[in-house]
């Protein structure tokens, strides 16, 4: 069984590295009007630990595909390296 941590900007940065966890799940955006502005500090430092990584967006109830562009316009770099979620 893996072992998965949720990463927001209210987290204390050390839960991205946490011991005993697998993965890395950063919340990246919501809506389209919010990005993490610790989403890569957390993904880079979870990356370097050697974490499985996953990157999330919070629906924020506009449009499904405004929200999903707004997402991937936000978190392309990541692509090929980190699972993409919703939440």
């Known amino acids: 069984m893996l072992k998965m941590v ?11 590295t946490q011991a005993g966890t697998d993965i890395t ?6 809506g389209t009007y919010y990005v ?20 999330y967006h919070y629906a924020g109830g506009d449009s499904p595909e405004g929200e999903a562009e707004y997402f991937y316009k936000n978190t392309k770099n990541y692509v090929g390296e980190a699972v993409p979620a919703l939440d």
């Not at 990463?7 to 940065?13: H, K, L």
């Not at 989403?39 to 370097?48: I, V």
């Open 36 to 55: 993490n502005p610790f989403c890569d500090t957390d993904y880079q430092a979870a990356k370097k630990a050697g974490k499985l990584l996953g990157v």
């Open 6 to 16: 949720d990463v927001y900007s209210g987290s204390d940065r050390k839960f991205a």
């Open 25 to 30: 799940m950063v919340k990246a955006t919501q």
